[in-house]
């Protein structure tokens, strides 16, 4: 079974510079997470979907990130414009089960340097 | 505030020790899991305990959870280099409907050959 891909990998843009990150969750996987990772710290979730709908975008600063998952599968992540601060490890996972927290399963991330 | 505090923020042991790490929550949970990351890389799956269960155990791992502490530990027995990395605790707040997971600080292990 493949696991959650995303990319790229590693991003450098400048400040104020715009950026866009992919996901592609395992098959069948309904429900999907994209969480903002700061060096030294823990995953914070940015935003869930289930299917194709936002299930939680609490702390998503709506003002320069926004994501969407088009036919419930694929997911793209972007920021515009960036700031220092965005500079972290951008992770998605998936999920089978529907409404409750069972396993998630994570990409390998996307590490994003803004100079 | 963290939902999760992970505690020892580092722990360096040698192969063959067992390692030791706890977790604390400040709500009622539905369930916690634990995750390890390597450097560099996304997290892993490691166990996951519901709230109604007390002790569960996977190869080499063992979870305790007690509800009236609010408080979880993982003990990795028989430690290997190859378990060096980041373990976090993670939550599943009760009332919580959408499966959303809150993230300790980690737990940052190192094992010396």
């Known amino acids: 079974e493949a696991g959650v891909a995303q990319s790229p990998r590693y991003k450098i843009i400048e400040k104020r510079q715009s950026v866009a990150f992919w996901c592609n969750p395992i098959?069948?996987?309904?429900?999907l997470y994209w969480y903002q990772q700061i060096l030294g710290q823990g995953p914070k979730l940015l935003i869930q979907?289930?299917?194709?709908?936002?299930?939680?975008d609490s702390q998503l600063p709506k003002d320069r990130f926004s994501a969407e998952r088009l036919k419930g599968v694929d997911s793209t992540l972007k920021i515009q414009p960036a700031k220092l601060e965005d500079s972290a490890v951008y992770l998605c996972a998936s999920s089978l089960v529907v409404g409750v927290s069972d396993t998630q399963y994570f990409g390998p991330g996307t590490r994003l340097t803004v100079l | 505030s963290q939902q999760g505090e992970e505690d020892p923020q580092a722990l360096s042991i040698q192969e063959g020790e067992n390692a030791t790490m706890n977790c604390s929550y400040k709500t009622s949970i539905n369930n916690l899991q634990w995750y390890r990351q390597n450097s560099g890389r996304g997290l892993v799956h490691l166990i996951l305990i519901r709230s109604n269960e007390r002790e569960k155990h996977s190869g080499r791992l063992r979870v305790t959870l007690d509800t009236s502490k609010k408080s979880s530990s993982l003990l990795i027995t028989a430690s290997r280099a190859a378990d060096t990395a980041s373990y976090f605790c993670a939550t599943s707040l009760i009332y919580n409907q959408g499966g959303k997971l809150i993230f300790g600080q980690g737990t940052e292990l190192s094992v010396k050959p």
């Open positions: 979907f289930q299917n194709n709908g936002v299930v939680d």
């Open positions: 098959s069948g996987h309904a429900t």
